[in-house]
Nanobody
């Protein structure tokens, strides 16, 4: 059974940091594009960042550039999202996803329809 399991969420004050992890099991995702998305209360799920199979290419939404970093450890089948300088506007449920169909992270990374597998999400709450 293929599963993506997020962890590392929690409550943090504005300006603080968190590192999210997404561990995959059930198959190898070494050649998959991996992505992070988030959904704030009352809003649609939105793209945050994506990374290609080798880790050599990443893409992030403008609002998190310079604050969030996506990385992966293929040996551990795990992708990470390091979040620094957190703001109350970053409060959301964060989801990881994996895609076998995405091409470039710039063109396809933000597209939710190309992802084959999704995690259950982890809550991130940033207090002001």
């Amino acid at each position: 059974q293929v599963q993506l399991l997020e962890s590392g969420g929690g409550l943090v004050q504005a300006g603080g940091s968190l590192r999210l992890s997404c561990a995959a099991s059930g198959r190898t995702f070494s050649n998959y594009v991996r992505g992070w998305f988030r959904q704030a209360p009352g809003k649609e799920r939105e793209f945050v960042a994506a990374i290609n199979w080798s880790g050599g290419a990443t893409y992030a939404v403008e609002s998190v550039k310079g604050r969030f970093t996506i990385s992966r450890d293929s040996a551990k089948n795990t992708v990470y999202l390091q979040m620094n300088s957190l703001e109350p506007e970053d409060t959301a449920v964060y989801y990881c996803a994996a895609s076998s169909r995405a091409g470039s992270v710039w063109r396809d990374g933000p597209r939710q329809d190309v992802y084959d597998y999704w995690g259950q999400g982890t809550q991130v709450t940033v207090s002001s």
